[in-house]
């Protein structure tokens, strides 16, 4: 009831004027101007004229002598301040940077307005206005490092402090943890307008952008005001280029043959061959008011898979005719944004882009690959307008249609198999231990999903002097009304889509196998979900300066997030019993900023906010279309099926699913505090802190099971074993505590990131109700290394809902890493001479908790089956024989090696004309180790063969050939 009062109180607030969650692409500049005497000067023209950047940003000094210019497009101008009376101020080189506000205060002296005086001084690098956490990536300086093979403009992330990478011998996306939030929870807006898939766990990471449309990239890690979209990931907001009166473009070619990649180690390495073309350009459609650019990307990529001499053996026995196979790669981007300077004071930006990419997937132990697809147009138009000095709106629409979907493999008449070591009884079923292979099909299933998703935002700023000091007053609203996620399931091989089998010696290879395990769908194609959720977001934000120096930003969000479930609507209950979730989240902000020196070169910062997850991230189904499905098992592996568990199929209401009404948005706490130091003209050292608590995370609660003095005694609904109530998990959290150490240069030749970052995380709290470890290892709860996943649990079979089923707290296990290095160069050394280099170290990700296994389950907690009163024989969810190893989940956990990757540039640049030519080459992993990267699943495992085992080595050095030519 409160939230919903806030939610009536804020739109009261904003009365009839819609305003904007939407990231502004642009950063902002203000200051005072003053005469020679120090007097403040109103009426001031000043105005910032790009040289690559369409338009001209203009305003008026207010009564105080103060100006501000909002939401300038990233890009380098020249500021001109003029007055009668005085000379032309001329100020070259201002780079104004995506989502950065400055501050420069300007001095004109007496003469007239023909006169001209030309000023080159340092310009203050630090953020004036705001406590955020944020770093900027240029995209030039992007396209001057050797980041990574693939070439996506993501890689350019994993500059970011903080960031996590999850390594591969061949990334053919990289996949970032930040400050312990998954990588789909990253929200990437390109100016303005979100390009995130609606569902599917992927992030943005997928569209596949040619590198030379970005101007600038500002990654917002922390300390986000309430402008800012829902995620509780990074805010990623991505300036691109734009047509000017110049004509411009840039081409690029990469190429990377198989015989530029060397061994690494016995058996078969990694390696990669690529052909890969950007094409970009932009100019003038009618000088001084419109413009346009266009870039355009193909990429052909065949990775081949890293394979031991082991891991051969094991596939060359198991899986007939085996033939090692490439993973391929295809893609296009196509990329077009007119701009048109309608008057002085507006600018409308039309934006079209479409990604098509295809690309395999799979183990070193598979039959065939499995492949995948990323598809579907963006679109984005957007109105600034500057009314006066003080006012300005902007208005923007957004459609998204991308998509993600597991396409069929090139096997689909045989089941997916996988082959085991050993299997061991488990609740009624058998389990395998010690993966060895897989074969038939990819995949039991392949995914067909149709998703859209509509944005409407509007934004005002007011800028006015009030009481004491001046005040930025920003309105926003934001609206999806459409957020539709459908998702379709076709079952291989006709229905019979899986089995499980198990070596009949688990010494020898070539030994027989037994299938223990199959499952048959007799609905070979359902429908699984289709659902819509809709976000209305409203914001108010005060910036408030009482003295030049000191700014505070106080902000209240209020999101309304409702999410119906449409296949539930399909069975014609009542629309309320549809409603998944309809709440309102408030997210408040307090930040401080304070310039400690006169000359704004010394920053210190602190913030305390809350932030909500995605609301187009949660999505839970409460109705589904599920074949009908037989489990079938022979427990004593004697070729006969005698344990059958059959599931009635049809679009039903999920009979064991409730909503807690109740149910919220999960969120984070958040507190930071950082101090930055400008050195000279183009080096800042920062060192910052962060603290969050992820809270309210969603859940599957079992409300059915009855437990009595620690013993399982059945179910109160005796036609259901557990009935799974979506709520908030109040009863635990993950808390993650980070320090950082940061140098940034911004040179004319040298460009420079570099930073450390310590991070700790421990689980506050206790266990859930139902989970068996509350029961049978209570005290074991405490964990402060390998802490598993913070987004919480979207479906009721999810590992992390028992914590010893054997897996829980390895999902995401890579995010928790002690020590993390960052550092990228970039020298535009003598003689057009180009050096680039690139460099990452992670100290090793923790397994998550070791566990053991014991003979027989405890009778103290009851029988490993029940009778129930309706005559049904229920498992007993507490007659599991997996226990913690140590006293707590904490100790003796396992640590995959540390991971250490450098690549190197060297080229040349040449110039003919207004044509500039690079040509370089780029060598990656040059300091080489061949140390594995991962763990394998069941690694935590003491009773499991892989205990302890690592897999997928480093790839090894290689070598790729760049030619780029600009004009």
């Known amino acids: 009831?409160?939230?919903?009062?806030?939610?009536?109180?804020?739109?009261?607030?904003?009365?009839?004027?819609?305003?904007?969650?939407?990231v502004s692409a642009g950063g902002s500049l203000r200051g005072k101007v003053l005469d020679e005497q120090g007097a403040v000067l109103a009426g001031v023209t000043v105005m910032l004229i790009g040289s690559?950047?369409?338009?001209?940003?203009?305003?008026?000094?207010?009564?105080?002598?103060?100006?501000?210019?909002?939401?300038?497009p990233a890009g380098t101008y020249v500021l001109k301040a003029t007055l009668k009376g005085f000379a032309t101020l001329e100020r070259p080189g201002i780079t104004?940077?995506?989502?950065?506000?400055?501050?420069?205060?300007?001095?004109?002296?007496?003469?007239?307005?023909e006169e001209t005086v030309v000023v080159h001084q340092d310009l203050p690098l630090l953020e004036s206005s705001t406590a955020v956490q944020a770093v900027n990536i240029s995209g030039d300086l992007q396209s001057q490092l050797p980041l990574a093979q693939n070439r996506r403009w993501s890689e350019a992330l994993t500059l970011v402090p903080g960031s996590v990478v999850l390594p591969s011998s061949i990334r053919q996306r990289t996949d970032l943890f930040i400050h312990g939030s998954d990588p789909h929870t990253h929200v990437a807006q390109l100016d303005g307008a979100t390009i995130n898939p609606m569902t599917g766990a992927t992030g943005p990471w997928h569209s596949n952008l040619n590198p030379d449309l970005i101007q600038d990239i500002q990654v917002k890690t922390a300390a986000t005001d309430a402008s800012a979209p829902l995620g509780l990931g990074a805010i990623i907001n991505i300036a691109s280029r734009s047509g000017t009166n110049q004509w411009h473009g840039a081409a690029t070619l990469n190429m990377q043959p198989r015989r530029w990649n060397d061994a690494n180690g016995p058996g078969e390495s990694a390696s990669l061959r690529q052909t890969l073309g950007?094409?970009?350009?932009?100019?003038?459609?009618?000088?001084?008011?419109?413009?346009?650019?266009?870039?355009?990307?193909?990429?052909?990529?065949?990775?081949?898979?890293?394979?031991?001499p082991e891991e051969l053996e094991i596939a060359r026995a198991l899986i007939p005719n085996?033939?090692?196979?490439?993973?391929?790669?295809?893609a296009e981007m196509?990329?077009?944004?007119?701009?048109?300077?309608?008057?002085?004071?507006?600018?409308?930006?039309?934006?079209?882009?479409?990604?098509?990419?295809?690309?395999?997937?799979?183990?070193?132990?598979q039959e065939v690959p499995s492949e995948s697809s990323f598809a579907g147009p963006a679109a984005n138009v957007r109105l600034t307008s500057t009314w006066n000095s003080r006012f300005m709106t902007r208005v923007g629409v957004s459609w998204n249609r991308k998509h993600v979907n597991n396409e069929p493999s090139s096997v689909t008449d045989r089941p997916r198999q996988w082959v085991w070591r050993e299997v061991f009884p488990s609740g009624g079923r058998l389990i395998g231990t010690g993966f060895l292979a897989g074969r038939g099909a990819a995949g039991d299933v392949w995914t067909e999903s149709g998703d859209r998703r509509l944005g409407i935002t509007a934004n005002a700023v007011y800028h006015r002097p009030f009481l004491i000091g001046t005040h930025e007053l920003q309105f926003g609203a934001s609206w999806e009304p459409i957020g539709r996620g459908r998702n379709f399931l076709h079952y291989v091989n006709d229905g019979r889509s899986s089995e499980n089998a198990v070596l009949t010696d688990p010494s020898d290879l070539s030994s027989p196998t037994i299938v223990f395990n199959?499952?048959?769908?007799?609905?070979?194609?359902?429908?699984?979900?289709?659902?819509?959720?809709?976000?209305?977001?409203?914001?108010i934000q005060d910036m408030w300066r009482p003295v030049e120096r000191l700014s505070t930003t106080l902000g209240l969000r209020a999101d309304w997030i409702r999410q119906n479930d449409r296949l539930c609507e399909a069975t014609e209950s009542p629309a309320e019993q549809c409603i998944v979730q309809d709440t309102v989240a408030i997210g408040p902000r307090l930040g401080i900023n304070y310039l400690l020196t006169g000359d704004g070169r010394t920053r210190l910062a602190a913030s305390w906010g809350r932030v909500h997850e995605s609301a187009l991230r949660t999505g839970i189904s409460i109705a589904a279309t599920s074949p009908a499905e037989r489990d079938e098992y022979d427990l004593d592996l004697d070729g006969r099926f005698e344990t059958v568990f059959e599931s009635p199929g049809g679009t039903s209401l999920v009979p064991n699913r409730r909503v807690d009404p109740f149910y919220d948005q999960s969120r984070a706490d958040e507190w930071t505090l950082t101090l930055s130091r400008q050195l000279g003209a183009n080096t800042v050292l920062t060192a910052s802190a962060t603290r969050r608590n992820y809270r309210d995370r969603p859940t599957f609660q079992d409300v059915n099971a009855i437990y009595e003095d620690g013993m399982f005694q059945g179910y109160q609904d005796e036609r259901l074993n557990q009935i799974y109530m979506l709520t908030n998990n109040r009863g635990n959290w993950p808390v993650y505590t980070d320090a950082k150490l940061i140098v940034t240069h911004q040179g004319p030749a040298l460009q420079l990131i570099a930073s450390y970052t310590r991070q700790w995380r421990h689980i506050a709290g206790t266990w859930q109700p139902d989970d068996p470890a509350t029961f049978i290892q209570p005290e074991a709860f405490p964990n402060?290394?390998?802490?598993?996943?913070?987004?919480?649990?979207i479906a009721p079979g999810d590992p992390s809902l028992n914590s010893l089923s054997g897996s829980a707290m390895n999902e995401g296990a890579h995010r928790w890493q002690d020590h993390l290095v960052h550092a990228a160069l970039a020298w535009s050394a003598p003689w057009e001479l180009l050096v680039g280099l690139s460099y990452t170290w992670q100290s090793g990700y923790w397994s998550g908790p070791v566990v053991t296994r014991v003979d027989a389950p405890d009778p103290r907690f009851g029988p490993p089956t029940l009778q129930l009163a309706n005559g049904r024989v229920v498992p007993n969810p507490l007659a599991t024989t997996i226990r913690f190893a140590y006293p707590t989940r904490g100790e003796g956990q396992l640590r995959a090696p540390a991971y250490a990757f450098v690549n190197l540039r060297l080229g040349r640049a040449f110039r003919i004309r207004n044509v500039r030519l690079e040509a370089s080459l780029d060598f990656f992993n040059v300091a080489n180790s061949g140390d594995a990267l991962f763990l394998v699943a069941g690694a935590n495992q003491l009773y499991n063969p892989d205990f302890g085992r690592t897999a997928d080595r480093q790839p090894p050095r290689s070598a790729q050939a760049t030619i780029r030519v600009t004009f």
């Open 518 to 539: 199959r499952t048959i769908q007799l609905t070979p194609t359902v429908q699984s979900s289709d659902r819509n959720a809709t976000d209305l977001g409203l914001y």
């Open 96 to 113: 104004i940077r995506a989502g950065r506000n400055l501050t420069l205060d300007l001095t004109l002296r007496l003469g007239s307005l």
């Open 52 to 72: 690559d950047s369409s338009g001209i940003s203009e305003t008026r000094t207010d009564i105080r002598g103060i100006y501000l210019l909002p939401d300038v």
């Open 322 to 330: 085996f033939t090692p196979y490439d993973l391929g790669i295809s």
């Open 334 to 365: 196509f990329f077009l944004k007119p701009t048109v300077q309608l008057s002085p004071h507006q600018l409308l930006l039309v934006q079209a882009e479409h990604d098509i990419s295809r690309h395999d997937g799979g183990t070193n132990r």
């Open 784 to 793: 402060d290394r390998g802490i598993g996943a913070t987004g919480g649990t």
């Open 278 to 308: 950007d094409l970009s350009a932009g100019g003038p459609v009618l000088r001084d008011t419109a413009w346009w650019f266009a870039a355009y990307r193909r990429q052909q990529s065949y990775v081949a898979l890293a394979r031991t």
């Open 1 to 22: 009831m409160f939230a919903r009062c806030v939610m009536v109180v804020v739109c009261w607030l904003f009365g009839v004027t819609a305003a904007s969650a939407q």
